[in-house]
């Protein structure tokens, strides 16, 4: 079951996607809104699940971690175990920010930060390429990367 989004519920979505810690006060003035109505509409939207908690984003060059790559990883098996082992596995690896399980060339699209290029080579040579079944793995790095409102915007 899909919710209805009016042109309000878009605009709280904006807002809370550019600051989630926002209260619904602050919410409510930016939109035209009371805070009450602003709060209703939040808990519409959580409810119907199209909002699924509030977090927070990490920048990864403040914390020290200046290379992104995003790795292409087949796994030289495919049964059911071999997947179960590797998921397993790479969820230790703290450096492994993002993991999907995709369709295509790959098996898994991997998002890994690491503070230098030598630094992610450590832990691609000493710790994915170790892992349960890991077969081929295609690295880009990331160059620069735009943050965008995605179709709401």
Do not use: C
Request: glycine residues 8%; hydrophobic residues 45%.
């Amino acid at each position: 079951m899909s919710l209805d989004l009016d042109d309000i519920d878009r605009a709280v979505l904006r807002e809370l996607a550019r600051d989630a810690r926002q209260p619904a006060s602050a919410l409510g003035r930016k939109l035209g809104l009371s805070q009450p109505a602003a709060w209703r509409r939040i808990k519409r939207l959580e409810d119907a699940n199209v909002i699924s908690g509030r977090r927070v984003r990490l920048d990864a060059t403040t914390l020290g971690f200046g290379v992104t790559v995003f790795l292409g990883v087949k796994l030289a098996t495919k049964g059911r175990t071999s997947v179960a082992d590797f998921e397993r596995a790479i969820t230790a690896i703290p450096e492994v920010q993002v993991v999907q399980h995709v369709l295509g060339a790959y098996d898994y699209r991997l998002r890994v930060v690491a503070r230098d290029l030598s630094d992610f080579e450590r832990v691609l040579r000493r710790r994915i390429m170790t892992l349960p079944g890991v077969g081929e793995v295609e690295a880009n790095v990331l160059l620069t990367e735009e943050q965008r409102p995605g179709p709401l915007g």
